[in-house]
């Protein structure tokens, strides 16, 4: 075929194997760590990964290998997490976290841990008398301990105790009027 149809019908396309990544065992590493180390002439190494189609990072990776004893065995070790083997005593703390976590929260929502719907224990009376209880409280305590720190602890919003402060008769937005200058 000549050049001018080769490009008529197109290219020709080659596919290569995909190369699959080499696997040493551990006698073959443990055979080509001691012969390196009997190499004794200039050149030699190199000439033995040049033989077995070696790189040098190979030789370097296997005999640090070798100092840590991964080679002395004669499988090597399983790759992936390590099981860990659950102690009862384990669970039971575990259970235990997740029991004070769902009291916790169920106390800052003000609920009772059985889930009962919200509402002010140990106060009698509606809810309105016991807003103002928990107002009277926060205004009374509040300058001693400071006002955000007794509104947290009464589970009080400060917005709510400053909105109840402010007189009943106060225009609710800051925006000042300017009088108008008559021409």
Known sequence: MSAPERTLKGPEIEVAAKAARRRFTVDYKRTIVREADACKTSGAVGALLRREGLYSSHLTTWRAARERGELARPTPKKRGPVARV??????????????????????????????SPKKPRGVTGDAAGFRALLMRTVTEVGPRLGIAPTCAALGVPRASYYRRRQPQGAPASRLRLLPVAQP
């Open 86 to 115: 659950v102690d009862a005593r384990d669970k039971r703390i575990a259970e235990l976290e997740r029991e004070t976590t769902r009291m916790a929260h169920a106390c800052r929502t003000r609920r009772s841990p059985d889930r």
